[in-house]
C-alpha cells in the first residue's frame, strides 16, 4: 500500500490543499495529530480531513483547543491561537477531534503525536536519546510516524544495538528501511516547518517498496499570512512562516 502522511496541519488550508495535490492519488492518509492550532482554517482543514477518512490521532492543540489539554502548558502566542480557535471551532469539528485516539496501532505501524510512553503527555522527541524510550515501547511494530516537533527527521534503531542514529530529512530525501531495524518517522509539518525550511513538509510510504520519502512543496503563503494578519492572530505565528522557525 501507498500512504500519505500529513502531520501538524495547524489550521493552514493553504498549505494542506498544496501537499494534498502533490501526494496525488493515495491508498490511505495519515496524520500524526495538530489538524489545528496556530492558523486561520481549522474548520476548513477539519473538513477536508474528516471527508478524506484521514486516519489521524490526537495531537496537543487539537487537545488544547477542545479542553482535554491544559492551557498553560503553552507559550502566550500559542494560547492567544488555541483560545482563537476554540471561539471559532464547529461543534461537530470539535467533536471528531475529541473522539481522535492517542496512539492509533495497525498491523504495520504505530501512529502517535509525541513520544508512545506517555501519549497525552506530549513529550519531545528530538534526539536519539529521547527516542530510546519510545523504541522500546514499539514491540512488534517497526515503525512508528510522529510528528509535534515540525522538524523532518528519521531515527533508525538496529535491534540489539545500543543507540540509534539521527536522520536529518529537512531538505526531503527517499530511504529505503532495512531489516533488523525499527524507526520512527518524524515527516514533518504540513502548515508550520520548524526545521528552517518554510516548505511544506509531507511523506510518502510505500509498504511494497520498502521506503519512506519526505517531500517539500510551495504552497500560498501571503494568502495564509494575510488571513492570519485579518484574524487578528500572533503577529509572530505568521512572521515565523517566512523562515521555517
Not at 530510546?132 to 522538524?151: K, L
Not at 494578519?229 to 515565523?240: K, T, Y
Amino acid at each position: 500500500m501507498r500512504y500519505g502522511i500529513v502531520s501538524d496541519i495547524h489550521g493552514n488550508l493553504e498549505a494542506l490543499s498544496a501537499v494534498l495535490e502533490a501526494i496525488g492519488t493515495v491508498d490511505q492518509i495519515m496524520c500524526p495529530g495538530d489538524i489545528v492550532g496556530y492558523g486561520p482554517n481549522p474548520n476548513e482543514c477539519c473538513e477536508i480531513i474528516g471527508d478524506l477518512k484521514v486516519i489521524s490521532v490526537l495531537g496537543n492543540h487539537d487537545a488544547a483547543c477542545v479542553g482535554r489539554h491544559d492551557l498553560e502548558w503553552f507559550n502566550p502566542h500559542a494560547q492567544t491561537a488555541i483560545l482563537w480557535t476554540r471561539d471559532r471551532l464547529a461543534k461537530s469539528h470539535a467533536d471528531r477531534l475529541l473522539e481522535r485516539p492517542e496512539i492509533h496501532s495497525g498491523p504495520e505501524f504505530l501512529i502517535v503525536h509525541g513520544s508512545i510512553t506517555q501519549p497525552l503527555e506530549f513529550d519531545y522527541i528530538t534526539s536519539p536519546w529521547r527516542a530510546g524510550e519510545s523504541f522500546a515501547e514499539m514491540d512488534e511494530h517497526a515503525i512508528c510516524f510522529i510528528g509535534h516537533t515540525h522538524i523532518a527527521e528519521i531515527y533508525a534503531y538496529k535491534l540489539h544495538h545500543l543507540g540509534a542514529d539521527q536522520i536529518p530529512k529537512c531538505e526531503g530525501g527517499k530511504l529505503t528501511l532495512a531489516p533488523g531495524f525499527k524507526y520512527i518517522v518524524n515527516c514533518g509539518s504540513v502548515g508550520q516547518p520548524r526545521d528552517g525550511n518554510p516548505l511544506a513538509s509531507y511523506g510518502i510510504y510505500d509498504s511494497e517498496e520498502n521506503t519512506i520519502e519526505i517531500c517539500r512543496v510551495e504552497y500560498d503563503m501571503p494568502t495564509t499570512q494575510r488571513k492570519m494578519i485579518e484574524a487578528g492572530l500572533p503577529d509572530a505565528l505568521w512572521q515565523r512562516l517566512e523562515y521555517g522557525m
